[in-house]
Structures are given as C-alpha cells and as structure tokens.
C-alpha cells in the first residue's frame, strides 16, 4: 500500500513540473522583444513577365469627337516636380503635324484676314516677280510697297540674287520687317549641283555634298551631319525653309534627276531622306520632300516640255512612294509635286500637280500627308505651253494644292483664283483650307508669331 503511494506521489510531482515549466517558457515569450517580419522587396517570377506577349495592353477610350471638356484642376503632390506645361488644347488641328498653340495662332490670324490676303498667301515667287525688279539683291522700298499691295506666302531666292552673307542677310531682314503676315523665305540648298549658298565663297559657308554622294556612303550620321550644316547656316542667314531633301529614287544614268538623289535602292532613299528632314527641321529649317510622285525614273526634263512617266499606282507605291513616306513619317510640312504626267495612274497626260488623282487621292488620303502640298515651278514649258497663268492657278487649287510656286505671271495667277472664287469654280471653304495649313505651319515653325 505504502509502495503504490509513493507511485502516486512520484507522479503528480513530475506533472506539477511539467506544468511549472510551460507557465515559465509562456511568460519568458512574453517579455522578451518582437522580432519584425522581414519586408518583401520583390516577387520571383521566373519568365512568366519576360515574354514580350505576356504584357496586356490597356482598353483605350475612342477618340472623342466633341468639344473637349476642360480638364479637372488638380494640384502637384508635395515634393514632386510640377511637369511641363502643355500648350491649351483649342479647336482640333486638321494635321498632326501641328501643335494646338500653333493651331490656335495660325486659326487666328486666318480670321483677321481678308479675302484678297487669303488669296495672295497662296502664291510663292521670285522677289523679281512681286517687285518687277530684273535682278534683286536689296529689300527697299520697291519691296515695301509690293508687299502691301501683294502680301505673298513665301520668297524664293536663287543664286543671283545672294552676292554675299552680309548683303542675304540685310535683304532678308528688311522683307521680314514689311511684312503684315510674315513669310516663307526659301531657297534650293539640296547640296552638289543644286547649291545656291553653298556654291558661293562670298557666302562664308562649305560647300555642301551631293545627295548621291551622301548615298553612295550610306551613313545616316554623315546625312544628319550635312542637314544640320545647311541647316544651321541657313537659319543663321535668315531662311526658314530649304526646298529639300529630294525624294526621288533614281532609276539610273539616264535618269534627269541626276546626282540630285540618293541613289536608287528605294528603301536607302526612303532611310536618308527621314534623316535630312529630321536633321534641317532640328535646325528650324522647313523641308520640302520634291518632285512628287517621282521624278527619278524621267528621262525628260520637264523645265523645256512635258515629261511622261510610264509607271503604273503599283510600281509606284512599291518603289518611288517609299521615300515620301518616310519623310512625311518623320514630319515634313511640305512636299512638292511635279509637272509629270503620268497616265497609267491619272488616265490622261495633265501635270500631277493639276491633277486630284495624284494630289488628293494619292498624296493626301493614301500617303496621308496633312501639311502643305506645293506645285513645282508655274514658269515651266510643261505648264505654260498648255494652260494660263491663272487656269494651271486654279486647276492647282481644285486637285488639292495649297500653293503655286512661281507662276508665269502673278497678278494673271491671282486674278484668275479672284475670278474662280467669284463664280463657284472654287469656294471660300476651299481658300481658307490652303490657307490655314499655311498658317499652321508658319506657326510651328515660328515663323508666325
């Protein structure tokens, strides 16, 4: 009896033990201190976010049509940089190329002007043709007094009218000074045998390489590097715009366009002519693409007579509309069309700046070009030998050109589009179209302030 006791005993002691240690063990977690989680900087996820198919994209609303409404205020967080400020969205712009404060501007002044000045901003000529001048190498009264009369959109200068930097230089301030809305002043500086500026020691530039020259080395950094030379020695000057790069892709050594293109790979062209537009528009030079729809397959200069291109829409979309593109994609605000005439694509032998097939149907709605579509010369046989100064005006104007450059005589050209609009031939809304992306441009470029 005494020996099952001690059992007992022995027992409950070893329970009351166990149970004096846990209750130690639970209050020795309670005083001692918490150690925090460890925080998590990263997620393991192997490949599943490094496969470029995996990334889902957003829903993006629809483009609204409407007016937009204003946006909600709202204030920068504390500490954070404010981001730089965006020009007021106004009235939607009809080009992409065209920033809204430059819309707004451009908007503006187009309705301040009056009818006369609408039609006037859609002519570029020779200060010989505004002043009546044989050769013109000063700005003085003469130049004044014509542009108040005949406030022109744009000059264009050649060789004999640059004597020398200093003298471009006086002559090209003063015409801005007169001017009620300011101008384009151009010139043709593509380089190599088409150098107006270059080509002159009394101008105080080098002289500038060829665009074939520039092909043959195929060097996209030696292209930038050329635009930004003339480029920048232009704006120095006083130009705003350069009638350049050309565009057309030669289809070899009989080809008219000569040195003058970069060669005749097509997608060469296409890369070189991006580049130089990107590289004069760093520069504040606007470009123009030339010769739409391709002169690099002619074998006819067409300054002496018609020029037929036996090309189909097909051989040209797959080969001369390349560089076009590209240079339109890289934003160039102005391409020029040529005399060509090409049947195959328009059904008859009209120039293509005088017909919509080329103009408004290919150059505007397939290639999607929204800035200013400009005729080549009015002063050649391709055009004078058929129509009026003021019928190859008007029949530019109806296929969806925005200006004519050069016509044989400029009082006939306005006098004819006066005429047309006075009649129904054209229509207000069709001036102010032109006009505005005149404007626009003039805008982006600060050219118009």
């Known amino acids: 009896m005494k020996r099952r006791t001690n059992r007992i005993l022995s027992i409950l002691l070893v329970v009351l033990s166990l149970a004096l240690l846990a209750g130690a063990g639970f209050l020795l977690v309670q005083v001692l201190p918490q150690k925090a989680p460890q925080e998590v900087t990263s997620l393991e996820t192997n ?31 504390p500490d954070t940089q404010p981001s730089v400020d965006q020009p007021e969205q106004t009235e939607p712009s009809d080009t992409g190329l065209i920033s809204a404060e430059a819309d707004k501007r451009a908007r503006t002044t187009l309705a301040s002007m009056t009818a006369d000045e609408k039609i006037w901003q859609l002519f570029y000529v020779t200060p010989e043709l505004l002043t009546g001048v044989e050769t013109a190498t000063r ?47 151009g010139t043709d ?39 930004q030379d003339i480029g920048g020695t232009l704006h120095t000057i006083g130009f705003n715009m350069d009638f350049a790069p050309v565009a057309d892709v030669s289809s070899g050594a009989s080809a008219v366009i000569g040195s003058r293109s970069f060669g005749t790979d097509a997608q060469l062209c296409a890369s070189l002519v991006s580049v130089m537009t990107q590289s004069l528009t ?47 994609a890289s934003g160039a605000p102005f391409v020029m069309v040529s005399h060509l005439s090409v049947p195959e694509v328009v059904g008859d032998e009209t120039p293509s700046d005088l017909s919509s097939k080329i103009v408004s149907d290919l150059l505007r709605n397939k290639l999607g070009f929204t800035g200013v579509i400009i005729t080549d010369s009015h002063q050649m046989a391709s055009i004078t030998d058929h129509y009026t100064p003021g019928e190859a005006a008007v029949k530019a104007l109806q296929a969806g050109v925005d200006m004519i450059l050069m016509p044989q005589d400029l009082q006939a050209a306005f006098d004819g589009v006066k005429q047309a609009l006075s009649d129904g031939t054209l229509t207000q809304a069709r001036i102010d179209e032109s006009v505005l992306r005149i404007l626009q441009v003039k805008a982006e470029y600060n050219i118009l302030q």
Do not use: W
């Open 47 to 77: 490949s599943v976010f490094e496969k470029e198919d995996a990334v889902v994209e957003p829903e993006r609303e629809q483009a609204y049509e409407g007016e937009i409404p204003p946006a909600a205020e709202t204030q920068p967080e």
């Open 139 to 185: 700005a003085g009264d003469s130049t004044k007094n014509a542009l108040e009369e005949q406030p022109v959109g744009g000059i264009i200068y050649f060789a004999k009218n640059l004597e020398s930097r200093a003298q471009t230089q006086e002559m090209l301030h003063n015409t801005k000074a007169y001017t009620k809305i300011p101008l384009f002043l």
């Open 189 to 227: 500086e593509e380089g190599g045998t088409v150098s107006r500026v270059g080509s002159n020691p009394a101008m105080g530039a080098k002289e500038f390489p060829s665009a074939q020259s520039l092909g043959e080395q195929a060097d996209p950094a030696a292209v930038y590097q050329a635009g």
């Open 282 to 328: 760093a520069e504040e030079i606007a470009p123009c693409l030339k010769h739409f729809p391709g002169y690099g397959s002619a074998i006819t200069d067409d300054h002496y007579g018609t020029s037929i291109l036996t090309k189909t829409q097909e051989e040209l979309e797959a080969c001369d509309f390349l560089p076009f593109s590209s240079g339109i």
